[in-house]
């Protein structure tokens, strides 16, 4: 049998334009016969009807509990059914859209979208857009214009393969053609796989989270497992519920593709680290410093102060003090002001972007510590030393990035109170993976960060576990899965 299933209503309407192993009625797969039910089958769903508890929703709910990869997938099929974009942001999408239309002298656009594609050549880019958005084979589109000149996301449903003319089914099937012949992911042919994962890189990122040769060990090692494992980028959002699991390893914004992509699996029901709720916490320096003073983990001193408030709360805490724009990462967002006149030459450049930022106490120690943590445990430990004549781990204010040293240990070698502060700090966010960074002074710890999306590079944070690193990330996202498919839940099917 074919590796994907193209679900029909009716095998005649198809049968010359699809090859015939590929076909199945709706009903004889809700029926699981001729081997419909086994795994491994991308299963792209073209019924006409997609409205809740139809059984184009039945088809698409059932690949999922069988382990199939559907398209669309059940949540999709919701979401098309229900007026998702009155709390969807859409922004985005709109925003492309003005930029394609902006010539127009329409008020009204239509689309149909075969698989991303549109015969309108000039809108090509925002279908394939939609498309991630709202990944499904046949998709009819409206975009309006307003009285504001701007266009708006209208209208978004899932179109009728049954009703489209002969040309249009021609259409349809070519596009499908190119959608199942994109290249997918390389495994050995005589391997099976026991679930697929994605992982999601930035091969062009100046500062990934981790290096090629770790991504290459978390692939063996996945392959090892048993598990498909696929390098993905920001282009194959619409791919993201056929997959298993999402892993994450490039760098992490609310404003970021990545977050996008974190809450398109969740709502996919992908397992995904980071999760969304994960990056909310960990990327907003203000949410992180008022958790960690609500759950009585040790942290600097911090106030949280608007322009006009900077030099009281500076003095207040005392010369030297640290000050972060909320949403930062690698140390950047990141400043000292060692009086108030240096305070006041930072002011313009620390307010550019921020209408609030963090005035922090100073406490300067020779290296952060970095505990690495999973499901709640300490995973492994490194001591990251500050930059060359500054007191920062990365530093970004000279003609190149400047990296301190660094130093891997066992984390049973780690003081009892770095990996006791590490654990309260990082069970405040949740059970994912994430990087603590403790300062260690004579008479306490002080959690300075939590960090999701940690850095993992081979030959650093792997240098004592080695492969076991990666192996135990892995077990965890592979249970992570298995938790999920022991409470699938099918329910009725039509008759």
């Not at 999408?93 to 075969?114: I, N, Q």
């Not at 991504?215 to 920001?234: P, Q, S």
């Amino acid at each position: 049998m074919s590796k994907h299933l193209v679900i029909v209503e009716r095998h005649e309407a198809w049968a010359e334009l699809i090859p015939s192993a590929d076909l199945s009625t709706a009903k004889d797969y809700l029926t699981g016969g001729n081997g419909l039910s086994a795994r491994g089958l991308r299963v792209i769903n073209l019924c006409r009807r997609f409205t809740y508890l139809s059984r184009g929703y039945y088809c698409s709910l059932l690949a999922e509990a069988r382990g199939h990869r559907a398209l669309p997938s059940a949540r999709t099929v919701l979401e098309l059914n229900r007026d998702i974009l009155a709390v969807l942001d859409t922004g985005a999408l709109e925003e492309r859209a003005r930029r394609v239309l902006a010539d127009s002298s329409e008020g009204r656009v239509v689309l149909r979208l075969y698989f991303g594609e549109t015969a309108q050549k000039e809108l090509e880019g925002l279908g394939r857009r939609i498309f991630e958005t709202f990944p499904a084979p046949l998709l009819d589109v409206e975009l309006q214009r307003e009285t504001d000149g701007n266009w708006r996301l209208h209208r978004v449903r899932a179109g009728d393969a049954e009703r489209l003319d002969a040309a249009e089914r021609l259409h349809l099937a070519e596009a499908l053609q190119r959608y199942v012949t994109r290249p997918q992911r390389r495994v050995p042919a005589a391997a099976t796989t026991r679930y697929d994962l994605a992982i999601l890189h930035d091969p062009d990122e100046s500062l990934p989270p981790s290096d090629t040769r770790a991504l290459a060990r978390f692939r063996d090692e996945g392959r090892k497992m048993g598990l498909g494992v696929e390098f993905i980028t920001r282009r194959d959002l619409g791919r993201i519920a056929e997959f298993d699991a999402l892993f994450i390893r490039t760098t992490t914004r609310i404003d970021h593709y990545s977050f996008r992509f974190a809450k398109r699996a969740e709502s996919e029901g992908v397992v995904v680290i980071d999760d969304p709720d994960s990056i909310l916490r960990c990327t907003n320096k203000l949410y992180l410093a008022e958790l960690l003073q609500h759950q009585g983990v040790p942290a600097p001193r911090t106030i949280l102060v608007p322009p006009e408030g900077l030099e009281t709360a500076a003095a207040e805490i005392g010369y030297p003090v640290v000050l972060k724009i909320p949403d930062g990462s690698f140390s950047l967002g990141v400043f000292k002001a060692d009086d108030v006149h240096a305070l006041r030459k930072l002011r313009s450049e620390i307010f550019a972007n921020a209408e609030l930022v963090l005035t922090q106490e100073y406490v300067y120690t020779p290296f952060d510590w970095r505990i690495g943590m999973l499901d709640g445990k300490p995973l492994w430990a490194c001591q990251y030393f500050m930059s060359k004549r500054n007191w920062k781990v990365v530093n970004h204010d000279g003609p190149r990035i400047d990296e301190g040293r660094w130093k891997t240990l066992s984390v049973s070698d780690v003081p009892p109170a770095v990996l006791d502060a590490a654990v309260r700090a990082s069970t405040a966010i949740g059970t994912g993976l994430y990087g603590v960074d403790v300062k260690e002074l004579a008479d306490r710890v002080i959690v300075i960060e939590v960090n999701d999306n940690p850095n993992i590079e081979a030959g650093v944070e792997d240098k004592v576990l080695g492969r076991t690193l990666y192996r135990t990330i892995l077990e965890s996202l592979v249970a992570r899965i298995e938790r999920g498919r022991g409470a699938a839940d099918v329910g009725r099917l039509p008759a």
